[in-house]
């Protein structure tokens, strides 16, 4: 099985940073994608950060030029930077890995705990 354990959530105030991390341990042939995605209270989960292997990031636009996801393959550990948070930012965040667990069988996504962050005005 896969376990994904997540940290660096918190209470920061507007203008701070936080960095969220995300590592995955167990039975892994290959992480095909990392995401990052967050919930606030009475809203749906959405999309915040994504980054394929081997391929670009990609952000939603509320997260573009304050956001970064990065990657330790070596860790099997994603990052999410977070600067310049607004209290709209506020939301418990999630990562979701997208991993195939041995060669021939399919990738299925696998999600973290979640961790809250908090942003005061």
């Known amino acids: 099985q896969v376990q994904l354990v997540e940290s660096g959530g918190g209470l920061v105030q507007a203008g701070g940073s936080l960095r969220l991390s995300c590592a995955a341990s167990?039975?892994?042939?290959?992480?095909?994608?990392m995401n990052w995605y967050r919930q606030a209270p009475g809203k749906q989960r959405e999309l915040v950060a994504a980054?394929?292997?081997?391929?670009?990031?990609h952000y939603a636009d509320s997260a573009k030029g304050r956001f970064s996801i990065s990657e330790d393959n070596a860790k099997n550990t994603v990052y999410l930077q977070m600067n310049s948070l607004k209290p709209e930012d506020t939301a418990v965040y999630y990562c979701?890995?997208?991993?195939?667990?041995?060669?021939?069988?399919?990738?299925?996504?696998?999600w973290g705990q979640g961790t809250q962050v908090t942003v005061s005005s």
């Open positions: 980054i394929t292997s081997g391929g670009s990031p």
């Open positions: 979701n890995f997208n991993i195939k667990q041995q060669p021939l069988i399919h990738a299925y996504d696998f």
């Open positions: 167990g039975s892994i042939f290959r992480i095909n994608a």
